[in-house]
Nanobody, 124 residues
Framework: QVQLVESGGGSVQAGGSLRLSCAAS???????MGWFRQAPGKEREGIAV???????AYADSVKGRVIISRDNAKNTLYLQMNSLKPDDTGMYYC???????????????????WGQGTQVTVSS
């Protein structure tokens, strides 16, 4: 069983930065992990995915502004977010274990385990 706990969310002004963390119990470096977000009234969307060889995929909306990384020694997934915009506001979720390609995992939310989320609010 995998448990995921996100942290690092908060309120920032546009242009600011945040670093989200996801601590994983039952962690395995074998599988892909990812970050997703859901804004009020909108569907959940994939933000970034990292696979077992640290290759990454990003949504077009965040390319160049976010970096996903993982520290296998600490069983932790990270999302560094820069140049934040009000449209980045939402609940951010960590996910683990997707057995498909990075793009499929990102587009289909095809992960087995999900965290409870951490709120990010960006004001203009």
């Amino acid at each position: 069983q995998v448990q995921l706990v996100e942290s690092g969310g908060g309120s920032v002004q546009a242009g600011g930065s945040l670093r989200l963390s996801c601590a994983a119990s039952g962690y395995s470096s074998t599988y892909s992990m990812g970050w997703f977000r859901q804004a009020p009234g909108k569907e959940r969307e994939g933000i970034a995915v990292i696979d077992n060889i640290n290759e990454t995929a990003y949504a077009d909306s965040v390319k160049g502004r976010v970096i996903i990384s993982r520290d296998n020694a600490k069983n932790t997934l990270y999302l560094q977010m820069n140049s934040l915009k009000p449209d980045d506001t939402g609940m951010y979720y960590c996910a683990s274990r997707c057995a498909y390609t990075r793009d499929y995992c990102l587009q289909r939310s095809a992960f087995r385990y999900w965290g409870q989320g951490t709120q990010v609010t960006v004001s203009s």
